[in-house]
């Protein structure tokens, strides 16, 4: 079935690294795809979206490419900062409004 | 324009009770979802209101139920309480509820079952 497959964590960087967390999608369908992050004790915030194949959604300095040949919408950021400590989740919805989740990863910024 | 919100925000019942929570949307959205999440099964479908039709459901069993108002908010009601139950149930709404509408999340409500 239709699912979301990330990378698992945690995840511990110092500030001002390269951030990738990988997340790969099944579908059989065409879905919109979504990064959410979710700080301790809150619900998720939408951090970007891409709803077509080769759509780059952005947003405070993290990326992400939607690439349908390797079903895959990594996130990237270049330099993370100690306020970006929190876990991620990449998200696929379909058209039926079904939305599926990955595990999220928990990403530690240290200074 | 205010968020979506949900109440309560932490809850502690026992074993058997029914537990009622609420999610008001963003104003002018008319879809509501909620989910589940917990730190083994992560964040889970329960289901999807729109217009006060349940439109889409997940694999959940019947204790589980919801219904949408006229005003779009929403409702979930667990019956006969198990210790499994629980979680953080977070509510989300979007406008169009399309594949392409973004969903907005509330704070979730903490359900602790003992």
Redesign the interface.
Known sequence: GDSVTQMEGPVTLSEEAFLTINCTYTATGYPSLFWYVQYPGEGLQLLLKATKADDKGSNKGFEATYRKETTSFHLEKGSVQVSDSAVYFCALRLNNNDMRFGAGTRLTVKP | KAG?TQTPRYLIKTRGQQVTLSCSPISGHR?V?W?QQTPGQ??Q?LF?Y?SETQ??K?NFPGRFSGRQFSNSRSEMNVSTLELGDSALY?C?S?YT????A???????TRLTVT
Request: proline share 4%; aromatic share 20%.
């Open positions: 979506v879809s979802s989910y992560g964040l479908f999807e729109f439109r889409n997940g977070l989300a979007s509820g399309t594949g392409q973004e969903q907005y999340f509330g704070p979730g």
